[in-house]
Each structure stands twice: as C-alpha cells, then as structure tokens.
C-alpha cells in the first residue's frame, strides 16, 4: 500500500465483518474478537462497535467519530435480511462514502445484488463486493484505498 493512505471508518451491524476487513487490509492473521469501543488499528482505520449503528442513541458517537476520518465505508454482510442503515444515511457524515459487502461467499446473487441496493439507498457511491473466507474481491478495494482519487 502507498504511504499516504486515507484514514476510513468501518460503520455496520454486530457480526457484519467489520474487524475481519481490518485484519485482511492489513494483512493481520483472520480471527474474530467482539469489538466493544471504538478501536484505530494502524493509524488508518477506525473500527467501530455494531451497537453503535443497531442502537439509535448510540449513532451520535460514530458521528462524532468519523470526524476523524476521509472515508466513510458501510459494511452490509451480504446474506442479512434487511439493512440497517436508513435510506441517506451516509448524509449524515459529509464527507466521501463508499460500501463494503461482506461475506460474499454465503449469498447468492439476489442476497448480493439487495445488500448492494441497501448500500446505494444509504448513499455508498462505490460498492465493492468481498468475501474474506474465499479472499475475493479484497484487490479493487485496496487500490481504492491507497489511491489519491475519491471516487
């Protein structure tokens, strides 16, 4: 990865694979820990608890939070039903927002395709499809990210 890389926010539901796309961007050995307060793993990336999105009183702390991020990255896991992010969501951030669907490998097309149109609704302007399991779809998503554009 190129030096200056932008400093992101990982916002999704408990279980969604927030931490694990932490450990495989930063080439860290895969294993699941609960994240219980908002953790900056290699001064990059800001790890967030899913109760902080599940539970309403509790978003004003990612707000707060991603002020110290460029990137805002919504992480929707690709077989739930449902979303949780509210349709404009990424609004309430201001600044650039992409979407990250997770566990790819457990979805079929239609489950895929849905976690894409929640992501949308909720103002991702790039999307980007991964599995860590399978290790696909990590590539476009780190060049993305050590990349000078926003896009």
Do not use: W
Not at 89 to 105: L, M, R
Not at 141 to 148: D, G, I, K, T
């Amino acid at each position: 990865m190129k030096e200056k890389q932008k400093r992101v926010i990982l916002i999704g539901r408990s279980m969604a694979g927030k931490t694990t796309l932490c450990q495989y961007i930063n080439n860290e050995d895969l294993k699941y820990h609960k994240t219980q307060t908002i953790q900056v793993v290699n001064g990059n990336m800001i790890d967030t608890p899913g109760e902080y999105l599940e539970r309403t009183y509790l978003r004003g702390a990612l707000t707060v939070t991603a002020t110290d991020a460029d990137l805002i990255i919504l992480v929707q896991q690709a077989d739930e039903e449902g979303t949780m992010f509210p349709p404009g969501y990424s609004s309430t951030f201001a600044k650039p927002c992409i979407g990250v669907v997770t566990k790819s490998d457990l979805a079929g097309e239609k489950q895929i395709e849905d976690a894409k149109k929640y992501l949308r609704n909720a103002g991702a302007g790039r999307i980007f499809v991964t599995s860590s399991y399978a290790g696909t779809g990590f590539e476009e998503l780190l060049n993305f990210l050590s990349s000078e554009e926003e896009k």
